[in-house]
């Protein structure tokens, strides 16, 4: 399946000169949203995952289907002030501002093995920052699931030596 064809380009959102990759489209698409779960639970199958990290929000939307589908637990990683437990954080950049997220200092236990699933990898800043969260906490990352990358912003390079899949690809 080209999930290519389910995906919205947006130019020019949020602000001039970022063409958005609109995955909402392919959520409301059932063959689509299955296809893409099946795709990325392929990869993690063999791999002994505990958790599915997904950062906020859309690494929700297909994080928490995927755990479902793998028999895992799913943590959700917020924007500060948003968790109501005690948390750790972590400052990061975006390709278009900066920003903080968090996570419960209880959800990832010492020797966690964590799949982190997001729906893009761009400049990498968000998942390195998910990835210094687990870390801190005392997991390990075993994967890092995309169903988007946009390979221009080598959002790779800022993660190697990590297992990173993706589904799509996209010269911006």
């Known amino acids: 399946m080209d999930l290519k064809e389910n995906i919205r380009v947006i130019e020019g959102f949020p602000k001039a000169g970022i063409s958005f990759k609109d995955v909402t489209t392919l959520l409301q698409d059932k063959k689509a949203f299955k296809y893409t779960i099946d795709k990325i639970a392929e990869c993690l199958k063999d791999k002994k995952i505990d958790k599915i990290v997904g950062p906020e929000a859309r690494g929700f939307l297909f994080g928490a289907p995927l755990a479902y589908a793998l028999g895992v637990g799913f943590v ?5 002030g948003k968790l109501p437990y005690e948390t ?11 920003d903080e997220l968090e996570m419960h200092k209880d959800s990832i236990k010492p020797g966690e093995r964590v799949a982190i699933v997001d729906d893009l990898l761009a ?10 969260l687990i870390e801190k906490l005392g997991g390990e990352v075993v994967s890092l699931n995309f169903v988007v990358e946009l390979t221009d912003l080598k959002g790779r390079d800022k993660l190697e030596g990590y297992d990173i899949s993706s589904i799509v690809e996209y010269n911006i």
């Open 76 to 80: 959700p990683v917020r924007k500060k």
């Open 88 to 98: 750790v954080s972590e400052k990061y950049d975006l390709e278009y501002g900066n």
């Open 123 to 132: 400049t990498g800043g968000t998942t390195c920052s998910v990835v210094n």
